[in-house]
C-alpha cells in the first residue's frame, strides 16, 4: 500500500481489518494465563459462547480493547522514540522535579490521554496547563475541529478520547477510538457450574494451577509470631510498640506456603486477535472547512493506527506471566467495502513506518503545525507533593486500594 491508495481507501471504503491467528510461545496446545477479575468464589477468567465462523464456541477473553490499546500506543511510543516515525506528543517529565522513580509520562502512557490529570495538573511554560494557550485550544476541540488535539497529540484521535474533567460535569468533547483490537481463546474445555437456586449456568476454567512453598528455612507453622498493624513482628509480644495480634509465621512471609489448586489457565484450539480500523469513524472526524486537511489528517490517522497494528506484532506479544503468543503464520490486512466485499494487502512494520512518514509530509503540507519533537510540561508543585506522600506511604506499607 502507498499513499495515494491509503488516500483513495479512505474516501471509499469502509474499514481496514485483520483476524490473526496466535499460538502461545510455548506451542500449540501449551497452558496460557489470561486476565482474571474478582469473582465470588476468588479470581476467574472471563468465559462467552460466541459464533466463531460456523460454530458456537466456548471462547475465553485473552487480552482486551482496553489492554489492547495501550499495547499499541506502547509500540507507537517506541517507533517514535526510535526515530522510525514523526509522531507529535505531549510529555510531563518526573525526573526534572526529582522523581526519577517516575520519569517521564508521556500522553501515550496517561490513561485519559490528552485529557488526563497528569497533564491537567502539570505546567507549560511556568503556566498552568489547562490555562495555557494550548490547554485552551484542547478544551475546545471537538469532532467538527479537532485539529488542536490532531497538532498535539493524534494519537488521542486514533485510540480515543473523552474531557471527562472538563467544563460541563464530565460533558465534554469525546472522541471515538478509530481502532479496536481484542484476542481471545477459542474452543477452550470448560466446566458448567449450575446455581442450585436460580439454574443459571456459568463457565469455569477445566484447567487448574498449583501452588506451594518449601520454606528453605523450615520453620513450622506451629511458631507462634507477633504482629502489628503496621508490618513489625516480634516473638515476644512485649518487644513490640502498640498492639499487636498473634499471627501464623506465613503471615509474614516465612513458612511453608501449603499446596493448593485453583481453577485457572486454559488450553485453547487457537488464539484469535481481530483488529480493526473504522475508516468510516476517521471520516466523522473534520478539521476544520478545508477537504486537503481533513483528507491529510485522516490519512496521517489511519498511517498511524497501521504502524501501532503491525508494530505491536513485530516481536511477539508478552501479554502478563505465562501468556506469551505468537503469529501462527502472518495474516493479511483486508480492505473492507460498504457491500462487503473484501481485498487482501501485505503490510508489514517497516512499510507501514515509510506510509506514516508520507501521510507526516502531506499534512505538513496542508497546512498543519505538526512538530515531531515532543512538548514538555512540568508537574506543578501539588502534583509534585501528590507524589511523594504516595511513595511516603508506599513505603510504610500504608499505600494501595486496600487501605
Given at each position: ?137 484542547l478544551k475546545l476541540a471537538t469532532p467538527e475541529d ?39 481463546g477459542v474452543n477452550v474445555p470448560a466446566d458448567e ?211
Amino acid at each position: 500500500m502507498d499513499y495515494t491508495t491509503l488516500q483513495d481507501t479512505l474516501t471509499s471504503h469502509a474499514a481496514i481489518r485483520r483476524r490473526q491467528r496466535l499460538q502461545p510461545a510455548g506451542g500449540q496446545g501449551d497452558k496460557i494465563f489470561p486476565p482474571t477479575y474478582p469473582g465470588d468464589r476468588g479470581p476467574v477468567h472471563v468465559f462467552e459462547r460466541r459464533r466463531v465462523g460456523d460454530e458456537e464456541q466456548i471462547c475465553v477473553l485473552i487480552d482486551s480493547v482496553q489492554s489492547q490499546a495501550n499495547r499499541m500506543e506502547e509500540a507507537l511510543l517506541a517507533a517514535a522514540e526510535a526515530e522510525r516515525i514523526r509522531l507529535p506528543r505531549l510529555v510531563v517529565d518526573f525526573a526534572a522535579a526529582g522523581l526519577d522513580a517516575v520519569g517521564r509520562i508521556s500522553v501515550l502512557d496517561a490513561p485519559h490521554r490528552i485529557f488526563d490529570a497528569i497533564l491537567r495538573d502539570s505546567q507549560l511554560d511556568g503556566v498552568p496547563f489547562r490555562n495555557s494557550e494550548l490547554g485552551k485550544r484542547l478544551k475546545l476541540a471537538t469532532p467538527e475541529d479537532a485539529s488542536a488535539i490532531f497538532e498535539a497529540a493524534p494519537s488521542a484521535l486514533v485510540f480515543g478520547a473523552w474531557n471527562s474533567t472538563g467544563e460541563g460535569g464530565g460533558l465534554g468533547a469525546k472522541f471515538a477510538r478509530a481502532i479496536t483490537s481484542e484476542i481471545i481463546g477459542v474452543n477452550v474445555p470448560a466446566d458448567e457450574l449450575v446455581n442450585r437456586n436460580t439454574g443459571e449456568i456459568t463457565l469455569r476454567t477445566a484447567g487448574r494451577r498449583t501452588g506451594s512453598r518449601i520454606d528453605p528455612l523450615g520453620i513450622p507453622r506451629s511458631i507462634e509470631v507477633f504482629k502489628t498493624a503496621d508490618g513489625e513482628w516480634a516473638l515476644d509480644k512485649d518487644e513490640l510498640e502498640g498492639k499487636a495480634k498473634k499471627v501464623r509465621p506465613s503471615e509474614i512471609n516465612h513458612g511453608n506456603i501449603t499446596p493448593s489448586i485453583d481453577p485457572l489457565g486454559v488450553t485453547c484450539g487457537y488464539a484469535l486477535q481481530t483488529t480493526v480500523l473504522t475508516l468510516a469513524g476517521l471520516r466523522r472526524l473534520r478539521f476544520g472547512s478545508d477537504e486537503r486537511k481533513n483528507l491529510a489528517a485522516r490519512s496521517y490517522l489511519a498511517a498511524l493506527a497501521l504502524v501501532a497494528a503491525t508494530e505491536s506484532n513485530r516481536q511477539g506479544m508478552a501479554l502478563r506471566s505465562r501468556c506469551d503468543l505468537v503469529c501462527d503464520g502472518l495474516a493479511p490486512l483486508e480492505i473492507v467495502s460498504f457491500d462487503g466485499s473484501v481485498r487482501e494487502i501485505t503490510l508489514d512494520p517497516d512499510e507501514a513506518a515509510a506510509l506514516c512518514e508520507a501521510a507526516f509530509d502531506e499534512a505538513v503540507s496542508a497546512g498543519f503545525d505538526l512538530n515531531p519533537e515532543p512538548v514538555i510540561l512540568e508537574p506543578q508543585d501539588k502534583l509534585v507533593k501528590l507524589v511523594r506522600l504516595a511513595q511516603e506511604k508506599a513505603l510504610s506499607d500504608e499505600g494501595g486500594e486496600d487501605a
